[in-house]
């Protein structure tokens, strides 16, 4: 996975295509990313105890890791991702500008 909690990217596949967001949550397991604002579908909500609030609410759902791009943080592009280093002083780094970041 080489996209992380707090990257910002961009959709590239699917009906948000276009859209940018911050990544919300990683779920490796499944190679999906939450992005906020990112493939919401509206969910019907009844109250419980944890929510209290019913009514339909805006739910982002997972999105396939492929269909989004990393935003560049450097160059602020959408950009594959490299890889320089090894073990712990491993960064990824800009296929498009050569910065590397975390
Ligand atoms: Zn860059």
Request: net charge positive.
């Amino acid at each position: 996975m080489r996209i992380r909690k707090g990257d910002r990217v961009r959709v590239i596949a699917g009906k948000d295509l276009g859209k940018e967001g911050d990544v919300m949550a990683v779920l490796p397991k499944a190679n999906k990313v939450i992005v906020d604002g990112v493939n919401v579908a509206k969910k019907h909500q009844r109250a419980t105890r944890a929510t209290m609030q019913a009514g339909i609410i805006d739910k982002d759902m997972p999105i396939h890791a492929s269909n989004v791009q990393l935003v560049c943080p450097s160059c602020d592009k959408p950009t594959r991702v490299g890889y320089q280093g090894e073990g712990r002083d491993k960064v990824r780094v800009c296929r498009k500008c050569g910065k590397t970041f975390q």
